[in-house]
Each structure stands twice: as C-alpha cells, then as structure tokens.
C-alpha cells in the first residue's frame, strides 16, 4: 500500500541522456521513462496494450515511441497515432502517461491521481542547484520495503557505521537528546555529539585529522520518503552548538530519496555535498565512496529485516519500541493515516 | 488447461537412440519417453508408484524399465513383473502409459482418454519423410504459455525480424490483405509481399542475391499448436501471384510443433525445409541458424508477453486487438471452445 | 508439523570453537547458538526483539549478546541488561532461550516446553566417548522433509548403494528376513547377508579384500530421527549369524540425526565409527568419504521425492507399500501419533 498521491523520485537526469528509453518500475507500475527530441521528459507506462510487450524495448521517434512488435506508434501524451496495415485507429488505443517534473538533476514523477498533481508540493533542496555545494549523484537498489526504518533513527550510527559515517559507539550512550519536531508530514530533528573524534569519512577529507570536533545533524524527514540533512563539524569547545560561527567548521548538505520499486524493494537515490572541496574533486568522490560504503551496511540490515518480515509477518506488530524510535514512530503513523484516507472511498471521515 | 484429447509431439525420434530414458514433462505430467530393445517407443508417466523415485534414473532392461530406488521394475505396458525380495506382486502396483506414434521423424504423444486415441487424426506433413526436402530438426524452449500469438501472427515479421526473417518494416504497411479461411479446427492464411528485397535468411543462401523477389507465406494452422507454412520466392513481376511457374523461383516447408510442457512453459519443434540445395549441406544448416535467430527474437518477446500476464493477469482481457489479430481471434475461440467442450461433464451441451 | 517436545541434535560441539555465534535454523526457527565464555552453551531466538536484527551478527560479550544495530544486550538466559542511551529497561525485552544438552561432542537441543525438558530422555550413543571408537563428524543439508524414508529402509542398499554402501543388487533379493521388533518410539532391525564380497567402503579399509564375509547390519532408530546401527563384516561361513565370535571380524558403530530444519529441508549429522584402526587415521578419513559419497546418493533420490511431493501432494496418500516398508510405516505412525497428541488440546483423548 503506498501513497499514491504525492510526488517521488523517479531518477537522476543524467539517466536520461541519449534517447535512452529507461524501463524503471515504481510503485508497481513499470514505467518507461524517456526525454524526446523536444527535451521533454516523458514518463508512460511501459506496456502496448495491443499485445503488452515492451514499449522500452522499441524506439523513439521525436517525442513519441514506437512499439518494435507490430510497429504501433504513440506520441508523448500517450495517444496512438500510428497503426501500420490500419487506417482507422480505435480511440481507447492508447497508454497511460504520469505527470513529471524536473528539478535539480531530478526527475519528479506523480504516480496518483493526475489532476491533483501540483508542482508547488515539491519540496525544494536547493543545494543539489547551487555551484557552491559539490557532489555526485548516487544510486542503490533495496530488496526491502522502503519505510523500513534506519532512515529515520540516528541511533543505529553508533552500531552499525561505527568505522565509517558514525564512528564511534559512545554517540548512542552520550549524544544530547534530540530535539524532535513534529511536522504534519514528517519531522524535523537535531542531535549533537561534542568533543569527539572526527568520523571515518569525514577524516578521510580533512587535513587537520587529529583535531576534536563538535558534530551535529540537522535532519528534515518528510513523506513520502524524502530525507534531507545538514551536518556540520567544528573546531571542539568552542560553542558551536550556542550558535557560534566556530572557524574551520566544515559543512555536509545530504539529501536521501527512497521511492517504492515494490511492496518488498526500494530505488535509494541521494547524493552527499559539500562547499569546501574547490578544485580537488577526489573529495567528493571520496565522499561518494564512504556513504556508498556505510549504505552497504545498511543494506545488510535492512534487507535481513525485510526477509524476517516475509517469514513471520506478524512480528512487525510485536516489536518493542525502545524511546530512540520516536521520530520514526511519529513518520509512520503519519504516513499510515494519509495512505489510508487516500484509500477510504469519497466522503468517509477518517479518525485522528 | 490444456486440450487433453489431442495429439501432440513429444520429440523427434533422433532422441530416443542408445537406449536414452527422456524424461520431458508435458502437459504438466512428467513422461519418460524410451525405445526399447524391440524397437518400439514407450511412453509412461516417470514416477515410480512405490515412492515416487524418478523411472527416468532406472535402468532399460528389454522393453522394461527398473527403478533403482528399490528394484522394482515395469515392462513396456506398465505393468509391475518384479519387486526383490517379494513374491506376490499387488495389480495396483503399475504405472500409466501413453498412446504414442512415430511418423516422419516425429514421435506423437496421446495425453488424454486413450480409448479415443486414434492415429488417422493425425494431420500429416508429408515433406518431413520426403528425401526431395531438405532440413535439420529444431528445439528451443519458451518460458511462455504455448498459445501465445506470434505463430498465428504474420504481421510480426515486419518488426521483430527485420533483419532475420522479414527484411523489411514496409512488410507490415504494403502487403495484400491476408486470405484466412477459416477451418473447425484451425485456419488457412496467405499473403504476398511483391517486388521486395529477398529477406536475410534467404538471401544467404541464394546466388542472385540483389534480384527483386515476390514473396507468398501459405500457413495451415491447427489445433493444438501445428503450424505448416508453404513459402515461395519468385523472381519479381512475373505473375506468380496468378499462379504462373516462374522459373528460378525458390521454395520452403516448414513446420513448427508448439507443445505445453507447463502452464507457462513450451516445447517448440520445428524444421524449415528446402528442395534445392543438392548436394550442399552448408544451407539446411544456414537455414537451422538464420530459424534459431529469429525465433530466438520471439522468444524475447513472448516470455516477456507471458512475465507481464503473470505480474497482470487481468490484462489478458484488456488487450486491445487490431486488425491483422483475426487468425490468432478465430484460432484461440476455437481452441477455447474444444477445452470447454472437453472440460464439461459428459451430458452437458456447450453453447456455440 | 515437528514433534516439540523431545531432543534433537543442534550441531556438533565443534562447531562453537573460538566465540562462534552460529546460527541455525531448526524446525522453522532462527536459533543463535554460541559457548559463552563461561563454556556454557547458549541457545536463544536470533532475532532482536527491538527490530529484528540477527543477534548472529551480534558481538559476544561475556556469556552475553549484544545486537549491533542499537546496541541492546541480552544475557546468556535472554533477559536484556543494556538499551544505549535509555536507563530503563522494560521487563518485557527479553529473547527467547531453548534448553540445551552437551553429550559425547553432540549438542542437544529441546524446542518445545522449556518445562517438560528432561535430559535423561536423551538416547545415549556411548561409542561417541569411547576412545576405543574412532571416526569424523560428518554434516549434510538435505532439500527434503526429514522423515523422507531411507533412514528406516534397508532394502535401497541394494539398487542405490550398489557401487558404495551395498556392494551388490542380490541384498535385496536374498537377505535373511529382518528381525523387525516394534519399539514404543522407534524400531530394532536386523538383517544378515552371507558370504558375499566385503562391499566397496569396506574393502578399502581392509587388507584381506578378496574374503568371503557375513555382514550383519543391526539398527535402532527412534523419535523423531536418531539411528544407531552395528554392523559387523565377520569371515563367511563360521557361525557368525549364531553368535561365534569369529577372530578377523570387523565392527563399526554408526550413528545418524536428522533434524528437521524446515518443512522441507534437513540437517543431517552423522559418525561412522570403528575400533580396527590403531594409529591409522586415514582408515576414518576413508570412511568420512565413502559414507559422505553413499550419503550423496541418498540425497539425489530423496531431494527429489521432495521434489515430486511439492509438485503432487496428493501422491504421498497414493505411494503403493512393499513389504520391505514394514519398518518404516511402523516408524512414521509411531511419531504421527506422538505429534497429534502433542498438537491435541489438553484434555482431549487421543485414538490408539
């Protein structure tokens, strides 16, 4: 069950380039997703329904694709405008198209109801736009629900990225408690760690490597799956976290994407920033190295998770919240209450 | 469901040589297929009904086949004639056989009642033990339900195989309307395509390789999944289309045998037959490639065809026909109709 | 449907050398079992009761586990004694622990009520401990139901073992008629064949190959699937089968468990012990061998039994007994009625 109307990540632009007609399936759906000659990005359901084959297996003409099995033809509205050996084409001859929206190297797509789809419901991040933050765009593919949690919990860096994005174990013992707000489609959170060493990928691309640090994450979590973080680490003890501009801080500016492939995978798009590489662009490669490397553990656990979930389904109702879970626990319940209005028929009142 | 009172083909007769226990399902049943020392070929269901140990893995003793799971062992009817160490032997203890027979290099296998099995039923392709024609036998396997379209579909040929069997898109827009006569248990089609390049798989094996060429499929399809095709290629103009002998013309048979293996999978037999290689065996063998090559391109298609209707079953009735579907309409009604027929208790009268 | 409460073999002592958290699944359930650093050894749940992390890949600390996803810590009798970062623990985070045995290298486990454990049920194999008695552990994983019946049938020597653990297809034909006594969980058996060749496993390890012997195979199986059998190879021909103790005779002492790991596949450990091999140890190293390569043989027939079952479930109610089963219906109505009684609601009475 997803949230249908809302808008989610279909893929980084640079997929795009060269007429690739890419196949992607996204909340069930297999869509193909293609930019015309025009410069258009379409995005249609990547089905004929003649006889179902493959539209992404056939070839582009201008704006439109042309299905490479009985060579019938669609313009980028999904409309039929060619049948070869038939004049008369039947009207109901056509293929669903989903509303998209490029902004900032990414492909938005809106899988709901079309009429209710507004571009204004995106929720910006500007740096992915700005020349000063640096970058590379990321990719990895989940075989696990996408709301499975480790998103919205900042204590499992403490375990499980201990030698890479977290770095070491006493942030779960000893961080200030996070601040938690509660938005109404998502949340806003801040965790402090003082005085600490700088963490494995941090390190790698800082000189002063042996200087201890003031580390805080800013996190903005919001529906459907959308994670954007701000990170600094200062100079230690030098008031950082009362608001002073310490010299020497360095900043991250992260953005997460999580949009369902499935009921049971997930498409992860993300890319990590930074303003103080310059010229040398090996830092964010390095950057780009480390998040994928502390991702990978995610992906052990998570996906582990994911399959304890298909042999015992039942345990996600008995699992015991310990108080680090708040903010997820507040995300989820968020989400189930649109999903289900969005699946209540018309004029049913939902209880809050 | 499948047709069960029908023939089908279950393999080629060069399967059987040296004693060979085949074991091939069909029709979801799994059937060892032997020649026994006698020279007659046996077909029984492959388990053993002591416990269950495939007879496939036994070993051929005469006409008989014995189990190596424990001894037992069957003679050519079925019929148990020895268990080790015990004297009596139960008359439950046998296992099924299958009406088979052997014509042309074919071996035909009967899955249904056998009281109604009767060879003259069988429909005959005469070229397959004719020495005038020329040709090397195929096999390929579909991940695909076996009446999946593209046998009864010649509109295909233009986009599919382009550059294999059809040589050319224009094939799809120019060619004269189809003759199909519809037959109780099949149909009969033709068509012509004038004036064109000979497309690849001819063209290899020809000298007067740039010579235009009139072309003419004649295709006899039948219940269950039999398809005789008689093509022609004429030197162009020359009034072939109204039955002139134009010298220099060239001529192919070719029979394709799909089989249900599973529900969704498919035995698929064929040869393509020439009468004019002489004495060079380099063209059946070009032949066998330039077949494999294009059916190795329906291939792609139709498994994907058969991937989308397991992910969407409801999408079989949403297809959306055109024109050119009209055999594959008349040949899937009719063979729906037979299973009904063959599926209702006896007594009940089906509605035509 | 496993019978619960009754012991089976989890692993081999050896197998948690070095903190090794081992997991296993048994009768459906994710086990972590691991020797504390008390040496006592631990059986619990592998999954955090928090979210389901795998407490496998865990880090032992002490007798205790903590889960490196949050760090939470269980102790060696599953009770939570640490939440990072949170001071209160609730009573009802805790993991559930089986009762566990150590014997002669095995370890036993109980999976059913903790209550009912008792450890003198266990079947003593006393040759495991006995210095006198040498041989290697032995481990295989079958794709098939644990109570797949050649355990209990010693007539499949004769067809499957021939080249091996047989040695010849007369066994099944001529063996004196087995001692078959009817134990209240399980079954005795005995079976003599005269004079025959030492069969291929045991003529490798002997030097007088080309003797005549009687070999007597006597077995013990019992609830739910533990099998002792002596065996003893003696000269043909004076009086073994009457209990002379006749000089040259060769003895092994063989024991085999098989634990169900899921409905449908196995854990399989095994020993095939002597008290002939003195300071040659490559006469177990052969033995490990020749009973792993008997073993392989079983394995390809029963994993397909499974196979036949999964696709035909209606056929296990429609296997055609031999007389030659007699031991092995015994054995599965025995444990069928311990498992109905089991699975009956107290105070119901059960039908003798």
Same mark, same amino acid.
């Given at each position: 069950?997803?949230?249908?109307?809302?808008?989610? %990540? &279909?893929?980084? !632009?640079?997929?795009?380039?060269? #007429?690739? /007609? =890419? +196949?992607?399936?996204? $909340?069930?759906?297999?869509?193909?997703?293609?930019?015309?000659?025009?410069?258009?990005? %379409? &995005?249609?359901? !990547?089905?004929?329904?003649?006889? #179902?084959? /493959? =539209? +992404?297996?056939?070839? $582009?003409?201008?704006?439109?694709?042309?299905?490479?099995?009985?060579?019938?033809?669609?313009?980028?509205?999904?409309?039929?405008?060619?049948?070869? #050996?038939?004049? =008369?084409?039947?009207?109901?001859?056509?293929?669903?198209?989903?509303?998209?929206?490029?902004?900032?190297?990414?492909?938005?797509?809106?899988?709901?109801?079309?009429?209710?789809?507004?571009?204004?419901?995106?929720?910006?991040?500007?740096?992915?736009?700005?020349?000063?933050?640096?970058?590379?765009?990321?990719?990895?593919?989940?075989?696990?629900?996408?709301?499975?949690?480790?998103?919205?919990?900042?204590?499992?860096?403490?375990?499980?990225?201990?030698?890479?994005?977290?770095?070491?174990?006493?942030?779960?013992?000893?961080?200030?408690?996070?601040?938690?707000?509660?938005?109404?489609?998502?949340?806003?959170?801040?965790?402090?760690?003082?005085?600490?060493?700088?963490?494995?990928?941090?390190?790698?691309?800082?000189?002063?490597?042996?200087?201890?640090?003031?580390?805080?994450?800013?996190?903005?979590?919001?529906?459907?799956?959308?994670?954007?973080?701000?990170?600094?680490?200062?100079?230690?003890?030098?008031?950082?976290?009362?608001?002073?501009?310490?010299?020497?801080?360095?900043?991250?500016?992260?953005?997460?994407?999580?949009?369902?492939?499935?009921?049971?995978?997930?498409?992860?798009?993300?890319?990590?920033?930074?303003?103080?590489?310059?010229?040398?662009?090996?830092?964010?490669?390095?950057?780009?190295?480390?998040?994928?490397?502390?991702?990978?553990?995610?992906?052990?656990?998570?996906?582990?998770?994911?399959?304890?979930?298909?042999?015992?389904?039942?345990?996600?109702?008995?699992?015991?919240?310990?108080?680090?879970?708040?903010?997820?626990?507040?995300?989820?319940?968020?989400?189930?209450?649109?999903?289900?209005?969005?699946?209540?028929?018309?004029?049913?009142?939902?209880?809050?």
């Amino acid at each position: 069950m997803f949230l249908k109307n809302c808008w989610y %990540v &279909a893929g980084w !632009d640079h997929e795009l380039i060269d #007429g690739k /007609l =890419l +196949s992607r399936m996204l $909340l069930n759906e297999n869509v193909l997703l293609y930019r015309g000659e025009s410069g258009k990005v %379409v &995005a249609m359901n !990547d089905r004929c329904p003649h006889r #179902g084959a /493959l =539209l +992404s297996q056939g070839r $582009l003409e201008g704006d439109a694709v042309r299905c490479m099995y009985h060579g019938i033809k669609f313009d980028g509205a999904g409309k039929c405008v060619q049948i070869p #050996g038939q004049d =008369l084409i039947p009207p109901k001859m056509r293929v669903r198209t989903y509303p998209v929206h490029e902004a900032g190297h990414l492909v938005w797509i809106w899988m709901g109801d079309p009429a209710k789809a507004n571009v204004s419901e995106i929720v910006d991040f500007p740096y992915l736009r700005d020349p000063a933050w640096k970058g590379l765009p990321g990719y990895l593919h989940y075989d696990a629900n996408y709301v499975l949690d480790n998103l919205s919990d900042l204590a499992h860096l403490a375990f499980v990225h201990t030698k890479t994005l977290g770095g070491s174990e006493e942030y779960a013992y000893v961080t200030k408690p996070a601040v938690i707000e509660k938005l109404e489609r998502g949340y806003r959170l801040e965790r402090w760690h003082m005085n600490i060493d700088p963490p494995p990928f941090h390190k790698k691309v800082i000189s002063n490597k042996y200087e201890k640090v003031d580390r805080r994450n800013r996190v903005n979590m919001f529906i459907p799956g959308i994670f954007y973080m701000e990170t600094i680490f200062a100079p230690a003890g030098q008031g950082a976290e009362k608001g002073v501009a310490v010299p020497g801080t360095r900043e991250y500016r992260n953005c997460q994407f999580m949009t369902p492939e499935t009921d049971r995978t997930t498409h992860f798009f993300w890319a990590y920033l930074n303003n103080f590489e310059g010229d040398d662009t090996t830092i964010s490669r390095s950057l780009l190295d480390s998040l994928l490397e502390g991702f990978m553990e995610d992906k052990a656990i998570i996906e582990h998770q994911q399959q304890t979930l298909d042999d015992d389904p039942g345990f996600e109702k008995q699992m015991l919240a310990i108080i680090a879970d708040a903010p997820l626990v507040h995300f989820r319940r968020t989400l189930g209450k649109l999903i289900d209005a969005e699946q209540a028929p018309a004029g049913t009142a939902i209880a809050n």
